[in-house]
């Protein structure tokens, strides 16, 4: 088989188009998050008072009693604005460009687009847009759009300027159906990670200015931050998250020991890759445990969410470019 070089520049070309697409969803959401604040503190103010059974009256209210309001997971949106409105619409479209790239880079060789850094980098952070966008038909977390997008564009950013390989044919390591089942699962478990980390940050970032407001010393910068939900709230939101991409991880890690044994006789090998994936498994089963059997939630279980997503991403990255060993094949050129 050969490669058709005309469709893998037009998958290089979808691929720009697509980041010039984020970059502008990436605008539009930072300009929604800035802009929230009056409206978000009006929905939190009148959940406290509905919640303590206060009748609310003004304009607008007609002294009825308004409806509770919010951001918990489960919750479907109920505000709408459209400088969002048009963020989510182009991160469509922008999804849909990015889509068709990595459509195409496939078709280029005809085989899955996984074979390097490059490919796996734009197939990655299309699983991350995807699930992130088709998470909002349930769960309003329009308000992580800067801290998902931006992360996506900044990833298709490396992959053309630092990681970029030109098309070529499979290794024969990797010529295999489990590549496709092994790979596929990494991708979907590792874009829930990447979700469930932002919420993390932020979740950090919230209650450190909870614990300010609480002192009588509120926090001078970051107004944005009090338009976002309570750190109770992003807490348990990044645990259902991480419980459900565990196991989807955890399959990864028995598909990839069965592809092992497939491809090189044995189902372990001490792969620099195998170890760190292992060591991500433990990380996140820390995490876990922690919070089911210890109680931890709060600072200490996310302090451990962080640690296990630096894993993650030192296995993407850094595995990749400072260890050589049987699955180098992957690196970046």
């Known amino acids: ?28 959401f930072a300009i929604d998050l800035s802009g929230r604040g009056r409206v978000m503190n009006a929905a939190r103010s009148n959940e406290e008072l509905v919640g303590a059974g206060v009748v609310v009256s003004g304009p607008g209210a007609g002294g009825t009693e308004l409806p509770r309001t919010s951001l918990a997971a489960g919750d479907k949106p109920t505000e709408r604005r459209q400088t969002v409105a048009i963020a989510v619409m182009v991160s469509w479209v922008a999804l ?79 010529q295999s159906t489990w590549l496709i089942i092994h790979v596929s699962v990494a991708f979907v478990a590792s874009a829930l990670f990447v979700l469930g980390f932002s919420l993390t940050v932020l979740q950090l970032v919230q209650d450190r200015r909870e614990s300010l407001a609480a002192a009588g010393r509120p926090p001078a910068r970051g107004a944005f931050m009090e338009k976002l939900p ?6 348990r939101t990044s645990y259902r998250l991480y419980a459900v991409a565990f ?24 792969d620099p890759k195998e170890i760190w994936s292992f060591v991500i498994w433990v990380a996140y089963a820390a995490y876990l445990h922690a919070r089911a059997t210890r109680g931890w939630d709060g600072r200490r279980a996310a302090y451990l969410a962080c640690v296990a997503f630096f894993c993650l991403m030192f296995n993407w990255f850094g595995v990749n470019i400072f260890f050589s060993g049987l699955h180098s094949y992957a690196d970046v050129g």
């Open 1 to 28: 088989m050969g490669v058709n070089e005309n469709l893998a520049q037009l998958s290089n070309n979808l691929i720009y188009s697509a980041m010039a697409a984020y970059a502008v969803a990436l605008i539009a």
């Open 96 to 174: 849909a460009l990015h889509l068709a790239g990595v459509v195409l880079r496939g078709l280029s060789v005809e085989r899955v687009p996984w074979g390097n850094m490059y490919e796996f980098s734009i197939s990655g952070s299309v699983v991350v847009t995807a699930v992130y966008l088709l998470a909002l038909w349930q769960v309003d977390l329009r308000f992580l759009g800067t801290f998902v997008i931006g992360p996506v564009l900044l990833t298709l950013g490396l992959a053309v300027a630092v990681f970029y390989t030109d098309a070529a044919q499979l290794v024969p390591a990797l």
């Open 247 to 270: 196991p989807l991880w955890t399959f990864t890690l028995m598909a990839g020991a069965i592809w092992a044994e497939k491809a090189w006789g044995r189902y372990w090998n001490w």
């Open 230 to 235: 309570t750190s109770g709230v992003l807490d």
